[in-house]
């Protein structure tokens, strides 16, 4: 700290500092450390104002300045960096061109003399004294130190040494941490002992008069001497003497190193100290939001029965901050909340009034191959005037904590009542589990990725404010928060115990957080009276400063790639919150503050609010979601406010919210199973007040309002295209007490209120059937479209089925796979492991949990039935090898059970991935068919493809390409594959091929730049079930043949679907690269390309093909094509592909409700003729989407046409009743109660000069076949007309065709004919008096009676009882099997290559003979010669020999060796001869010893290297991928050469 102690000590040669405290006896070494905040700003503010640079005095560098420091290096030069306006100092640069070479990441900033924060400090008492102020050095960038943060962090360090001094010793007199004064010595020194600054208090304080006796130890003896009486001047101690007093145990040393990494894990380490023994009120030791955690997780190791377990803090250890504050800290923390309050209710009104909308467009500044998106934006303009929130500092965190308190012991309530009880341990399992996940592929080994907020000093008593703790749960380690874009390594669970948690201002979720409570017994989370911030929880984080590369607010995530979130099993109750909002203001605070896009959820959650103060239950501005479940709105002004692009949202309950949901803005979403209760608007779908906007549809399912005032308002309906009218459709909306169903917001009536049932109405643009039979529906019923019997549930509604939690089971029921032996560590080879623990667990009935890691699967694991799968924060199971690389070969990575099985399976939070090109790779192949509805299904589980660390599938290896294609970086053949043998049920899951990279390089850019990556993944989602089928919430995405494919499916339910096209498309166009496997699957398109052509889907991948399927609903659809070969000018003309969906030959009862497409010329082709998108636009402003409310396809009239099955249980009801939605056609079951004989034909069949005449007996019928019969909607069977309901004589089918007879030829062969003839016609018209069967039996009685019904029933599936629909040709006397094509042979066995991953090796290196052995002593040297060198190594001229023996280690443990090793030279001068060497040790897996990996470079004569952290690297890289190349481990490592430099990478054993 050179120039700190220059101005200390200039300071000390003033008058002032020779005679610091005139009038006393006070020595000048002597200060006094002032706690209050407000005397210390303003002694700053008289010596360190913000014009401080600009005085010509205080020109940087100083006359005579040191060189200052860079972390413990002293910089080459105290210069300015040219140009520089925030004095930055020079960085280093290449002295032949000039370049930067190393950024120097500090810069000049005032220091002052004596500091701010001591009482001497500024210009002394008389304002007419000042101290001295110079140029020192401070970081502006991350990863380094400097002068001022190491002084900064020691005055820290002093503050809190003086407070823990004060407050164990009351004899020193009463303190106050924010306005006591502390006495204390200062003095510098100089030594070279790596240390910046030093604290030492003594204990107990040390009076001049003690004297201490010392043990001096004789080292050459190894003796110890007598005891050493010394006696000190305390006054003038010198260093020696001090130190003397440490080692002697005698007083307490807090050291402050120069080193960057051990400057920044201590200061993480110190705040768990200082945090779990005494909290200070408010300064600089609080945390902020966003950075890593100020309060580390204080366990304690205790040996118990020779178990080492785990205990939390102590509950003597949490101390409330009401128990340590004055009355005057509780006065001054009520002013610092009164005026956060203040600025926040006016910042939070004008948020609420003014939302975030969605920006559809590359972010500003995305790195797109070697360029960059534009810094302007078509749409910039939509969130040019939002407010940002206030900014909530340290110190409004610690008021409102220390006032949340004061309010909750002052309420006789909690004082009185036994339900402010401290949080205990649950009975919820995930509470106990043992915890063994890691994050392999990030970058710390030490990384907690589950939180219980009572381990961090939460205490859940509802009196004790716990927003520190839960904060510092959320920040533990370093997170993904302010500044950070999005990251796949720092996932992490915040567990809450049951218990009322006190939350006195906001607190901000991390990307990748689960928030999860105990699933019995809910905890809730409660907001303070006096409550700072928007939302309890918050999601949606802006800086609120700064200027991001689109030129608006700076912001921690982009709310279209907000992923990876989930809130579970918590209430958050704000109905305490005793301020109303600002004046004027239409909404207050929120619950949740929620901003997200795919992969996320919100489930079992309760949001409490108050109508009177305005309060919101969910704020949601923008995003890209995403999927909400069983979550109950109780009170408020409104339980939803906001908007999203698409949503799906189930099992919604609202308790007398004044509004149920307000959306401002969306273009679809589902709302399924919602229940209203005493609510006075429903759905409000239109724009925030004072505001333009559009809601593009709605759909509202199987839902329940009662005492509602309006169910549904909207803008004014107009048939316009353009105009922004909002679709709408209701389905089966069970009204009572309702006032009016649908009225738009001028008050018109469009659908009356009653009590009723609404079973189908829809408000839109219509196709029923035809490209060209559109409408515009004013509401009402449209089309025949019946719903499928078996999609629903006993109550007639669309099946579904919450997420298990298994709150039953107890944490005996799970099993570890860790404990089968896998390892999840990211290299280690699973397979065997996680197959044996699936098959033991499915066996024993338990459940199997995946902890969080990467478990590389080298081929097939199947999933038997009974297998029950719980991931930690979506474990990754990892698709790695050459098993998996042959595209026309696709194998396997997950079987979901084999073809024909039938049971249960259940998974939930799993990640499906791979590691590197495998072109080859099917992720997940669905076998098996549910028992039950329901019962084989997931929850929560994605696929990604690329984009993320660790993956091999990134911009490094696959950068965005606008021409060409990426070579290897062809990563799977298809994601999912539903096979015909299979059903499920699916909710919440994510197909994604990475378009950017997840993973934020630094986590500190607020621009939050996001580099695209071109990774290609043949085909999305492949559909062939034809049984009962339910797909909530999922999304497909970037795959080059389509995102969803229908081939031959039936009885499926899908909402929402959402899909993307591939951003790279048409650059190439499909089917490239995978243009030789083209029809490897079923279903694959044809690709058949001519000019001209615009249905072929030769230009882009399709969205959705649906061919030969009947019985699909699809209750909303989002597919958007955003790119052109990564340009975005096509958007608002439609013009960045030609169409999105191919329906092709489809069969009965297929429709798509609530269709959203934006990009596309044609929004759909059906059977060969297209549907305009600008036929259906709904908006004239970006992005220029185009809606349908309902499209009905068009159906080819064959195979079973739009027929209901009854159920043979008809012929046993007394009176034979069915009911169905009339207009419907029926297929009776077959009479079975009569018999006749037919006489079959004698036939003659020959083969050249042979002959043979065949007679077959004669045909016994006791199974007799009716015609169809249609009921129209005036009642009419064809003779005789209805109304509603009514009765008729079925009618015995005509069969104009004999059955065929089997016969074998004079040449052995087996062949089939039938007589020409017509067969013979019914023997009887059947009606009230039908004469009974000759041969025995009778006909039906009593005619067959129907009534309407929206449900059909009794029904069978088709062809599940014998029918004449099932016959096939040729019909042969024996009745033939109904089939299902079985599925292509992809046993994981067939392919006996090797399990190792393939890696090609490097083009440019040349391989070299052998030249060295692989045993290098372990030895560290460095030596650097100064002659004058320049010579630049050429790297073409690069020769690698390999050492190909000897010990082998894998290839991530050469990675980090290199890493380390290069990063050790960072500040070293690479001059001619240079030689460094470095040994990395690494434990051996699966031996003895460790491996320990040598290191080294040699710079020849003449030569010099300048440092470059990714060229070092590159150059180890190349003896690691260049020898033994047979995959991405066994490496042995060699030596690259070249005409300057030597580098060697060797590993050894090392016992």
């Not at 005579?64 to 910089?75: D, K, L, Q, V």
């Not at 559809?360 to 407010?387: E, F």
């Not at 089997?1302 to 009230?1328: C, E, H, K, R, W």
Request: glycine residues 8%.
């Amino acid at each position: 700290m050179n120039n700190i102690c220059a101005n200390a000590n200039s300071f000390a040669a003033l008058p002032r500092g020779a005679i610091l405290h005139p009038g006393s006896s006070v020595p000048n070494n002597k200060y006094g450390f002032d706690f209050n905040q407000v005397r210390k700003d303003r002694r700053r503010t008289n010596m360190c104002p913000g014009s401080w640079k600009n005085r010509p005095a205080n020109t940087c560098p100083a006359t005579g300045s040191a060189n200052p420091f860079r972390s413990a290096y002293i910089w080459f030069t105290s210069a300015l960096e040219p140009g520089t306006t925030v004095n930055q100092i020079a960085n280093r640069r290449d002295p032949a061109t000039n370049q930067v070479t190393i950024n120097s990441g500090i810069r000049y900033t005032c220091d002052e003399f004596p500091p701010a924060s001591w009482v001497e400090g500024g210009a002394g008492a008389t304002l007419a004294s000042p101290g001295t102020t110079r140029c020192a050095a401070a970081r502006c960038a991350p990863s380094i130190n400097a002068e001022q943060d190491w002084q900064g962090f020691s005055h820290r360090n002093l503050r809190l040494a003086l407070q823990r001094v004060a407050e164990d010793h009351d004899e020193l007199g009463d303190f106050d941490d924010t306005n006591s004064v502390a006495f204390f010595r200062f003095n510098t020194y100089n030594l070279q002992d790596g240390t910046a600054a030093k604290v030492v208090t003594t204990n107990p304080p040390l009076l001049p008069s003690n004297r201490i006796t010392i043990a001096s130890r004789d080292e050459g003896a190894a003796n110890v001497t007598e005891p050493v009486p010394l006696r000190f001047d305390i006054d003038n101690m010198t260093m020696a003497e001090i130190n003397a007093l440490v080692a002697a145990g005698l007083a307490r040393e807090d050291v402050v190193p120069a080193n960057v990494t051990l400057f920044e894990s201590q200061e993480s380490s110190r705040k768990g100290e200082f945090n779990g023994t005494m909290q200070s009120l408010w300064g600089e030791d609080t945390f902020h939001a966003g950075s890593t955690s100020s309060f580390d997780a204080v366990d304690n190791d205790v040996v118990v029965e020779n178990k080492r377990i785990r205990v939390r803090i102590s509950n003597d250890r949490i101390t409330p901050l009401i128990k340590r504050a004055s009355p005057l800290d509780l006065e001054s923390a009520r002013l610092v909340v009164e005026s956060a309050l203040n600025q926040s209710f006016k910042l939070n009104q004008a948020r609420l009034a003014k939302p975030l909308r969605n920006i559809y467009g590359l972010r500003p500044g995305t790195t797109v191959g070697q360029s960059t998106a534009p810094s302007t934006n078509i749409n910039i303009t939509i969130n040019n005037d939002v407010s940002p929130l206030l900014t909530i500092t340290p110190e409004i965190v610690q008021a409102a904590a220390l006032v949340a308190e004061a309010d909750a012991v002052a309420n006789p309530a909690n004082v009185n009542s036994n339900m402010t009880k401290r949080a205990v341990s649950g009975s919820y399992w995930m509470e106990h589990l043992a915890r063994k996940g890691t994050v392999p592929w990030g970058d710390d080994p030490n990384y907690r990725v589950f939180r219980n907020v009572v381990d961090y000093g939460a205490v859940g008593d509802g009196v004790t404010d716990d927003t520190k703790a839960i904060t510092s749960a959320m920040n533990n380690g370093t997170r993904c928060g302010k500044g950070c874009n999005g990251s796949t390594t720092k996932n992490a669970i915040v567990y809450f115990p049951p218990g009322k948690y006190l939350i006195s201002s906001t607190i901000a979720m991390p990307f990748g957080t689960q928030v999860i409570g105990d699933a019995i017994n809910r905890p809730t989370l409660l907001a303070s009276p006096k409550f700072v911030g928007l939302g309890v929880l918050s999601t949606d984080e802006y800086t609120g400063g700064g200027t991001g590369t689109d030129g608006l607010d700076q912001e921690y995530f982009v709310n279209t790639a907000n992923f990876y979130r989930q809130i579970r099993n918590v209430v958050i109750d704000i109905t305490n919150i005793q301020t109303p909002p600002a004046t004027g203001a239409d909404l207050g605070q929120s619950c949740i503050h929620y901003q997200v896009a795919q992969a996320t959820s919100l489930e079992n959650v309760e949001l409490i609010a108050s109508a009177a103060l305005k309060q919101v239950g969910l704020y949601a501005e923008n995003g890209s979601g995403g999927q909400i479940s069983d979550v109950t709105f109780t009170g408020g002004a409104v339980g939803i406010y906001g908007g999203n692009q698409q949503f799906t949202a189930q099992r919604l309950t609202f308790n007398g919210c004044s509004t149920g949901v307000h959306l401002i803005w969306d273009w679809g979403w589902v709302w399924k199973s919602v229940t209203m209760n005493n609510v006075g608007v429903g759905f409000q779908l239109t724009a925030d007040k004072g505001t333009t906007g559009n809601i593009g549809s709605a759909a509202i399912l199987d839902s329940t309002f009662t005492n509602v005032g309006t169910v549904v308002i909207i803008a004014p309906p107009s048939s316009t295209t353009g105009s922004g009218s909002t679709g709408l459709t209701l389905e089966r909306v069970k009204l009572s007490g309702v006032t009016t169903a649908v009225a738009d917001n001028t008050g018109a009536v469009i659908l009356a209120g009653s009590s009723t049932t609404v079973d189908e109405w829809a408000l839109g643009p219509v196709y029923e059937g035809s490209t060209t039979a559109r409408s515009y529906s004013k509401g009402g019923k449209v089309g025949s479209y019946k719903v499928h019997q078996s999609l629903l549930d006993a109550n007639g509604h669309y099946f579904e089925r919450a997420k298990p939690q298994y709150e039953s089971l107890s944490v005996g029921s799970f099993y570890s796979v860790k404990d089968a032996g896998a390892a999840g560590d990211g290299s280690t080879d699973d397979t065997a492991a996680f197959q044996a623990a699936l098959y033991l667990t499915a066996a024993k009935g338990q459940v199997l949990f995946v902890d969080a890691g990467s478990y590389i699967l080298t081929s097939t694991v199947t999933i038997p039935p009974g297998a029950r799968i719980v991931g930690e924060t979506w474990s990754q199971l990892v698709a790695s090898g050459a098993y998996f690389s042959d595209a026309t070969k696709p194998q396997v990575l997950l079987k979901v059970g084999n073809a024909g099985d039938v049971g249960s399976v259940e998974m939930q939070d799993l990640l499906f991935t791979t590691r590197g090109a495998t072109a080859g790779l099917i992720l997940v192949e669905w076998n098996i068919a549910a028992d039950a509805p329901g019962s084989a299904g997931l929850w929560d589980c994605h696929a990604r493809i690329g984009g993320a660390t660790g993956t091999h599938l990134t911009p490094a290896e696959c950068p965005a390409v606008t021409s060409g294609v990426d070579s290897g970086c062809s990563a799977a053949s298809l994601m999912m594959h539903l096979t015909s043998t299979g059903s499920g049920y699916f909710e919440n899951m994510w197909l994604w091929g990475a378009d950017h990279m997840i993973d934020d390089p630094d986590m500190t850019d607020a621009n939050n730049t996001m580099v695209q990556t071109t990774i290609y993944v043949a085909r999305g989602f492949l559909i062939e079930s034809t049984k009962p089928t339910w797909l909530y919430a999922t999304a497909s995405e970037h795959s080059v043949f389509y995102q969803y494919n229908f081939n031959g499916a039936a009885n499926i339910f899908a909402g929402l679907l959402q899909t993307e096209s591939p951003y790279f498309q048409p650059s190439p166009p499909p089917p490239a690269p995978f243009t030789n496997v083209v029809g490897t699957f079923a279903g694959d398109p044809k690709y058949t390309c001519s000019a001209g052509d615009e249905f072929s889907g030769c230009d882009e991948s399709w969205s959705v093909i649906m061919t030969k399927s009947e019985n699909i609903f699809v209750a909303s659809a989002g597919l958007y094509s955003w790119f052109s070969s990564y340009a975005q000018t096509c958007i608002d003309t439609q013009q960045c592909q030609k169409t999105l969906i191919r329906l092709d030959s489809n069969y009965a009862n297929v429709r798509f409700q609530n269709l959203i497409t934006i990009g596309a010329k044609y929004m759909a082709v059906m059977d060969g003729k297209g549907i305009a998108a600008l036929d259906n636009l709904n908006v004239k402003t970006h992005p220029d989407w185009s809606q349908i409310t309902l499209l009905d396809v068009g159906s080819n009239g064959t195979q079973f046409g739009e027929v209901s099955w009854i159920d043979p249980s008809l012929w046993e009801m007394d009176q034979p009743e069915f009911a169905c939605s009339i207009p419907c056609t029926v297929r009776l079951p077959v009479w079975p109660s009569a018999t006749t004989t037919v006489n079959y034909p004698l036939m003659t069949v020959s083969n050249g000069a042979w002959t043979s005449t065949i007679t077959q007996a004669p045909l016994t019928y006791s199974q007799w076949f009716f015609e169809l019969v249609t009921i129209t909607a005036d009642g009419s069977n064809g003779k005789v007309k209805r109304q509603t309901a009514g009765e008729f004589w079925p009618v015995l089918a005509t069969t104009t065709k004999w059955p065929a007879v089997q016969y074998t030829g004079i040449d052995g062969s087996v062949s089939a004919t039938a007589p020409p003839g017509p067969f013979p016609t019914p023997p009887v018209a059947l009606g009230p008096n039908s004469p009974d069967p000759i041969h025995g039996g009778h006909w039906p009685k009593l005619a067959v009676r129907y009534h309407f019904d929206p449900y059909d029933s009794p029904l069978i599936d088709p062809c599940i009882e014998y029918n004449i629909g099932c016959m096939t040709e040729p019909w042969v006397t024996t009745d033939p099997p109904y089939t299902s094509q079985g599925q292509p042979n992809q046993d994981p066995n067939d392919d006996d290559g090797s399990d190792e991953p393939y890696e090609a090796c490097p083009f440019y290196a040349i391989i070299g003979p052998r030249t060295d052995t692989s045993t290098v002593a372990t030895s560290t040297s460095t030596t650097a010669p100064t002659p004058t060198a320049t010579k630049i190594g050429n790297p073409m001229t690069n020769t690698v020999s390999c050492y190909n023996s000897g010990e082998n280690t894998e290839g991530i443990r050469m990675q980090n060796a290199a890493k380390s090793f290069c990063n050790q030279m960072q500040y070293d001068d690479f001059k001619e001869n240079y030689m460094h060497q470095s040994d990395q040790p690494f434990d051996y897996n699966g031996g003895i010893g460790t491996v320990t990996i040598h290191l080294s470079l040699e710079i020849k004569a003449g030569c010099t290297w300048v440092w470059d952290l990714n060229e070092c690297l590159k150059y180890l890289s190349v003896p690691t991928d260049s020898c033994n190349c047979n995959g991405v481990n066994g490496k042995q490592g060699g030596v690259v050469t070249n005409d300057c430099y030597t580098w060697r990478i060797d590993p050894n054993i090392s016992l």
